[in-house]
DNA sequence: AACTATATAGAACATATGTAAAAAAGGAGG
DNA sequence: CCTCCTTTTTTACATATGTTCTATATAGTT
């Protein structure tokens, strides 16, 4: 316990330094004492929170979460979107928002970069800002899904990026899923799918989306799973996908019947990439995530607070 | 105004470096910057109020006139901030600082609150940290008062509130003073205001201003009383109000033409209220906070040390 | 598309702060 | 009154921070 006569000592020199902005010295040739005694008394006046430091803004929480975050999944960088009450549609406006302000300022070094496909990043691509930087060239990660919603496609999305950046882009001329496993065999010998395939493993940076393919999913949607194909996935544990690749709770790959039809980069091979972007919004997704998050396969994670809060308290 | 982007940068790194003790070498290494960015931000982050250091001045003589007034007035607690030499403005936002670190330090097992109207509860709010507390309900005291300075109400203030607690937060939507006895009786049965003031009145803490209609008032200021009603008021023996209710010398309620207008809890219903906090900057109050703690409506005092002391004095 | 104006980041320097070890001061026991 | 021990202060050094000036990037304009 302080003495009264030390604590009025501290306060005074609380006041002087960080109150009148006076330096250490100047607060010492003033008390007759010498510099050090200072540093000390204003190290003292911390420890006994005479002097309390307090962060005070919006974002603190979100901000704390996404600490947590990085410790807990040892994940590069994470970024927390607030939900502040509104509908899941302006969440994930917001999320791919926050995506493309997050790419916009790590994408300097990069010249290669790869886009999985998704209604998430087609957000993140519109929001994009057009900054042309030459000298970059963006790669699909996976084929084509069929004639509907084209604007959400990998190949597609990568044109889209690129025209915004001012690079190019490749074209992967195939289907996202082959309709046999011989039919992809044969796809895949063909140099202009398997150059590019090749090129989109080596990426420096990868955008990718996650999806629960139970609910919401855009896959169903599009009518890419049926019920019965869902049921199948069920049963072997699946609980989310990137880009056509589904995984089980613990994040390892699930070998579907699927799995050897899809033309895209394998989960191996995006495990390698160096930095993979995941931008996930709805809180449907958080077990899709935390599996994901256990198979390693993501470097930084751009999501909303629910889903935040939802992966910590799962993973406590 | 900053974006939400480098209000979030600024957290981080501010976060970083006073509560994890980085330097700000290692946070510049982590974010890919310089380290004079780093410096800079901190620069920017403490000009805009996001870094707040905090001087808990208690002195021997502040002490104890938080014991004397807890003893002589009952109250569950004083707090008694130093005016030492400082402008009233700068007293009055000490006084509004130490109450929301009071209230911070006392809210962990509320699940409703209630708070009134000020310009001194104005600033405590401002001061709150963002903390995230889920699960706490925030209710007005009292109704609006017009179209001026919005940002005082009662309504305002447990909207901010709740915003920083994370909790939630009802309306009452009607103003503070009805025209007429008869306008207030209509309006007091409509559901939506009823049901409102009916749970404010159950709050387990409440958040009050004091007032002295007399001097530098404002409710004056604003235009709700002019130089008749305050005649009135002093005829009547007012010598001060807590949300628009006004009370005498010994703290009984007096009957006023107002008191039947107002919409708001009554002094009844403040004073079984398990833990009412009133926070009062400004000497010229102290007549008035004098007769409310004779009233009994007040559990916990925030206050100058100036008032403090009149307060002592004038019942010795 | 080229230019200028404006902002921003980084390198290098200047200053301020933190800390270990030596010196001095204070205090207790002989 | 001295000696030894403890505590505090100071000196000198190591680090960390703030600042200026230059280089670079960005935005706006013709």
Redesign the pocket.
């Known amino acids: 316990m302080l003495s009264w006569e030390e604590r009025r000592s501290l306060v005074k020199i609380a006041n002087l ?1 960080y109150n009148d902005g006076w ?3 100047q607060i010492a040739k003033k008390l007759g ?5 200072i ?2 008394s ?2 003292k006046a911390r420890e006994h929170k005479i002097i309390e430091i307090f962060i005070k803004d919006e974002t603190v929480h979100t901000v704390n979460l996404e600490k947590k975050l990085e410790e807990h999944f040892g994940l590069e960088d994470a970024v927390v979107v607030p939900i502040s009450g509104q509908t899941p549609d302006v969440v994930k406006l917001s999320v791919a928002q926050a995506g493309a302000y997050y790419l916009s300022k790590n994408i300097k070094k990069a010249k290669k970069m790869g886009i999985s496909w998704g209604t998430t990043l087609e957000a993140l691509v519109q929001e994009y800002p057009y ?1 042309m930087k030459k000298n970059i060239t963006i790669f699909p990660l996976e084929g084509g899904l069929g004639r509907k919603k084209v604007e959400i496609h990998s190949n597609q999305l990568a044109y889209e990026l690129a025209k915004r950046l001012g690079g190019t882009c490749s074209y992967l001329y195939a289907p996202a899923m082959a309709e046999s496993s011989e039919l992809r065999e044969r796809l895949m010998k063909m140099d202009d799918i398997n150059a590019v395939l090749q090129e989109a493993a080596t990426v420096d940076i990868a955008l990718v989306g996650l999806s629960n393919p139970y609910v919401q999913s855009t896959l169903e949607d599009i009518g890419y799973l049926n019920q019965n194909d869902l049921e199948q996935l069920r049963q072997l544990g699946v609980v989310g996908d990137m880009g056509f690749r589904f995984f089980d709770l613990n994040g390892n790959p699930v070998n579907s019947s699927f799995n050897k039809k899809v033309i895209g980069i394998s989960l191996e091979q995006l495990r390698n990439i160096k930095k993979v972007i995941g931008v996930v919004s709805g809180a449907h997704k958080a077990e899709s995530v935390l599996a994901a998050l256990k198979g390693n396969y993501i470097n930084v994670l751009v999501l909303d607070e629910q889903i935040a809060t939802e992966l910590l308290y799962a993973s406590e």
Chains 1, 2 share one sequence.
């Open positions: 330094y330096t250490q010295e004492v010498s510099r050090p005694v540093s000390k204003l190290q900054e």
